[in-house]
């Protein structure tokens, strides 16, 4: 294993896949920016950090255009090869920063962007087909250890192995989410006609349940591949349709060929371009360090394993605690809507005043904490700290959280006892949280109380 996975391979695969990449960030950036990203995010008073990550500074809302810019040049420059490396980390680093300063940014696929951006920083990616070759011909190689394309693929599949993993439960198996998400798109060309069905959510479910449990080895492997290319165009291109969701699935049809092998690429593109030529076998090198790159490898493949399943190792439901669901490839396998009411109650007088949320929040970041139990103990510190500063040290918070999980009938979140701001929370939550309601998904088309 160590030995194949220092072998000497064809650099092009990682040349081609940097180029990719850089486009891939350099949109995703410009969506942001261009989009209501950079708006709201100035609107915004306070910012929700990951648990651990309170360290991590907010952007500074002046200036979040000239970062944007300053990001997106990065992303180019790390397209095109020039200071490959370091443009890279840049173009990580930045991105991590937007998504670490504030939960509310968080997307599955700028996470997948982070990860394959620290791969792509580590790895010969810019020895080739890059703007610092044509500077200093002396740097190119036209092979790599094999071991920097694999982790990359194996990146590439960690998104569908625990998408298809999170799906394992009977309320998608039961197209509960899925016959609400049908109901709302109706309307669209062409395949609205078929969402309108009966048994369409069931073949939808279990069609993405399938999809992402068959994806990576049908591409792996050639005699399934020509069927698992055209899926994946008519399933990415689907979810570009329903949801939206940037630049991620033509990003993935475009990594797709990663999974072909080494040789695929100099195969079928040397018939549309000039290609670097094929490497010699006197042009294979030996890694500098290849103990530290064994190591580094299977510290990331750890990594990459445990983190998506640590929820397993918390009392609850994931959907319903939320406790271990970032950073898990949950990807829309939910319907999660909540509503919370606050107040001040201030001791001496027995006087209850109702707190206007609006002062505190964007809108978008109130739907987000009415949903996540720990953004309301988060904002409760803030907000006790707040009321203490209006009406002194006799101001006590009343909240009250009502939560509804793909349809259900809406349920109290917190333990009736809770005192906010709970001030021994330890590091979990669940000890504070009512058990998921048994019912069934129900049919509720909005909330109501």
């Not at 103990?291 to 994931?318: C, D, K, M």
Request: aromatic content about 16%; proline content about 8%.
């Amino acid at each position: 294993m160590r030995t194949r996975l220092l072998s000497s391979q064809d650099a092009l695969p990682l040349a081609i896949f940097r180029i990719v990449f850089g486009l891939a960030g350099l949109a995703q950036v410009l969506f942001l920016w261009l989009g209501i990203w950079v708006q709201e995010y100035q609107a915004q008073r306070i910012h929700f950090k990951f648990y651990g990550f309170q360290w991590v500074p907010s952007l500074p809302a002046e200036y979040a255009s000239p970062i944007m810019f300053a990001i997106c040049a990065f992303a180019f420059l790390a397209a095109i090869g020039f200071l490959t490396r370091i443009s890279t980390f840049l173009f990580t680093a930045g991105l991590s920063w937007i998504v670490f300063s504030d939960i509310t940014a968080y997307q599955n696929h700028y996470y997948l962007l982070i990860l394959l951006g620290a791969l792509l920083t580590v790895s010969p990616a810019g020895r080739l087909l890059s703007i610092d070759v044509l500077i200093r011909p002396e740097r190119a190689r036209s092979t790599a250890p094999a071991i920097y394309r694999k982790l990359i693929v194996f990146q590439l599949a960690i998104p569908f192995v625990f998408g298809a993993v999170a799906k394992l439960n009977m309320d998608w198996l039961s197209a509960a989410p899925m016959s609400f998400w049908l109901k709302n798109r109706t309307g669209l060309p062409v395949i609205g006609h078929f969402f309108a069905l009966d048994w369409s959510p069931y073949v939808m479910a279990w069609g993405g349940l399938l999809f992402d449990a068959a994806i990576v080895p049908a591409l792996i492997w050639p005699r399934t591949r020509v069927a698992a290319i055209i899926a994946a165009l008519g399933f990415n291109t689907l979810n570009s349709v329903m949801w939206q969701i940037d630049v991620f699935p033509w990003f993935l049809m475009a990594s797709m060929p990663m999974f072909f092998g080494p040789d695929w690429f100099r195969r079928h593109l040397s018939r549309f371009a000039k290609l670097p030529p094929e490497p010699e076998e006197s042009s294979s090198q030996v890694p500098r360090n290849p103990r530290l790159l064994v190591a580094f490898g299977a510290i990331w493949v750890a990594f990459q394993v445990i983190v998506p399943l640590r929820h397993y190792a918390y009392p609850g439901n994931v959907l319903w605690t939320t406790e271990g669901y970032y950073f898990s490839w949950r990807m829309m396998e939910s319907i999660r809507w909540g509503q919370t009411h606050w107040s001040v109650l201030h001791v001496p007088s027995n006087h209850l005043g109702a707190i206007n949320l609006n002062h505190y929040l964007t809108p978008w970041q109130q739907a987000r904490m009415a949903v996540e139990p720990d953004l309301v103990v988060r904002f409760a510190e803030f907000l006790h700290k707040d009321m203490v500063r209006v009406h002194g040290p006799e101001a006590r918070l009343k909240v009250d959280v009502l939560v509804s999980l793909n349809r259900r009938q809406p349920a109290r979140i917190f333990k009736r006892h809770i005192r906010f701001p709970i001030t021994d929370r330890g590091f979990l939550l669940y000890p504070h949280l009512m058990p998921m309601p048994e019912t069934p998904p129900g049919e509720m088309d909005k909330m109501t109380y």
